[in-house]
């Protein structure tokens, strides 16, 4: 379970909640960017969420139910490469953009992660594996969650999220035009999780290059880098 939301007001503001369960993870700092990595067992630590100096934000959420669409056939581009590119700078999000739109985008055998990816001017991508690719120029606000936004609640699984989705979108809905970190990180407490615990929530001031964070739901202790400095 996952949340990810972007607010294009006075300023861009991108906020993203990494719940995970039984799995290792660390925040990684370097001039560059800052990432939440993953342990994986063949690969070691990947870095597939978070920030970078040019201003881009990568999460993957997992969306429920899965979808055997996003499974792999051979010869495709996959979910997970297509975030590092973005994280690392090997891609803008206009050519992932390019690619999600013109060819087969997949996740690995039976689990449909997605692409919650957005850039220095507040423009989001969200890629489903198999489904398709939804592309919004700076809007005012935007949330992913744990489900497609091609199905909406139209199926339904106990860690979909829509509730966390709902209130999301409420409190951006309503929120200020001098939205900022404070407000951000309201928003992401409002939709933190304990059962798939919240492990990282992170809040990125695109125009400031600057990046908070805190860990396992301590909101009272946020650390912060500024990238590229």
């Known amino acids: 379970m996952c949340t990810s939301i972007v607010s294009n007001r006075k300023k861009t503001v991108v906020g993203w909640n990494l719940d995970l369960l039984d799995m290792q993870h660390r925040v990684t700092v370097t001039g560059g960017g800052v990432h939440i990595e993953i342990l994986d067992k063949t690969e070691g630590w990947l870095p597939i969420f978070g920030a970078n100096a040019r201003g881009d934000f990568v999460g993957m959420p997992t969306c429920w139910p899965y979808d055997k669409r996003s499974d792999p056939v051979g010869g495709e581009q996959d979910i997970i490469h297509l975030d590092a590119d973005l994280l690392l700078g090997r891609k803008t999000l206009q050519e992932i953009r390019r690619i999600a739109g013109t060819e087969r985008v997949c996740s690995v055998p039976g689990v449909t992660f997605m692409g919650a990816l957005s850039d220095a001017d507040g423009n989001v991508l969200h890629v489903v594996p198999g489904q398709g690719a939804r592309y919004y120029a ?91 400095g």
Not at 142 to 167: C, I
Not at 196 to 201: A, D, K, L
């Open 138 to 228: 700076r809007p005012k606000y935007a949330v992913l969650t744990n489900f497609s936004p091609f199905k909406m609640n139209s199926e339904q699984h106990p860690w979909m999220g829509w509730d966390r989705y709902e209130t999301a979108c409420a409190m951006l809905e309503a929120a200020p035009d001098d939205f900022d970190i404070p407000d951000c990180f309201a928003v992401l407490k409002a939709v933190s999780q304990t059962v798939c615990p919240t492990v990282v929530s992170m809040a990125f001031d695109v125009a400031a290059r600057t990046v908070y964070w805190c860990e396992d739901r301590r909101w009272d202790d946020v650390k912060s880098a500024r990238l590229g």
